[in-house]
């Protein structure tokens, strides 16, 4: 069975500075990988998402991701992070060929002090 | 073009109970995918509905049921409420099953079990 570490459940960043957020996978194929973000209230928006191909995904606002293999890995980064970025991140591991029945890490919460 | 839609956005039960939460995916989105998300964690897969079929099932007992209509919107009933099933409900809608088809997630329904 798949499953997704977050190991941060909380980090603080100041406006502009760069940010990165850690996610571990395990998974016995490859994994269809996603990065969502949930702002208070409300439902999860899809960043990005790694099906195949080129490991460094781009998404919307900004981000980036990284898929490491050698390392279960696909952290979420952005070079200068911006007040209306705080929200909660969430990782999530496809199963198979269905976007649909994900499993989510715990999430991550991101404050931004001015 | 109308997104995903929830309803109720509040609902308060008392153990025991029984509730139908609702769900109108967005046009075009023929798979529906239900998701319980308890308080500091991640979305756990409940099951999916792909055109009005129960296509996967994650680690919920029976009591929790869906149904899936002509028109593609969705509901989840839960039986025989307990407390563990406070949570914030999500529905989430794509365009078909294909791992390339996004996830479009609604708001949610709060749950209270009291």
């Known amino acids: 069975a798949q499953s997704v570490t977050q190991p941060d459940i909380h980090i603080t960043v100041s406006e502009g500075a760069s940010l990165e957020l850690r996610c571990n996978y395990s998974?016995?194929?490859?994994?269809?990988l996603f990065w969502y973000v949930q702002s208070p209230g409300q439902g999860l928006q899809l960043l990005l998402k790694y099906f195949s191909g080129d490991t460094l995904v781009q998404g919307i606002k900004g981000f980036e991701a990284e898929f490491k293999r050698s390392q279960s890995s696909f952290n979420l980064r952005k070079p200068s992070v911006h007040w209306s970025d705080a929200a909660e991140y969430f990782c999530a591991v496809g199963a198979g060929t269905n976007a649909g029945k994900s499993t989510f890490g715990d999430g991550t919460t991101l404050t931004v002090k001015p | 073009e109308t997104g995903v839609t929830q309803s109720p956005t509040h609902l308060i039960k008392t153990r025991g109970q029984q509730v139908t939460l609702r769900c109108s995916s967005q046009s075009g989105h023929n798979t529906v995918s239900w998701y319980q998300q308890a308080l500091g964690q991640g979305p756990q897969f409940i099951f999916q509905?792909?055109?009005?079929?129960?296509?996967g099932r994650g680690n919920f007992p029976p009591r929790f049921s869906g149904l899936q209509f002509p028109n593609y919107s969705s509901e989840l009933n839960v039986n025989a409420l307990e407390l563990d099933d406070s949570a914030l409900y999500l529905c989430?809608?794509?365009?078909?099953?294909?791992?390339?088809?996004?996830?479009?997630f609604g708001n949610g329904t709060r749950l209270t079990v009291t």
């Open positions: 509905y792909y055109r009005e079929e129960e296509n």
């Open positions: 989430a809608s794509s365009r078909d099953r294909a791992p390339n088809s996004p996830l479009h």
């Open positions: 998974y016995g194929a490859t994994p269809y």
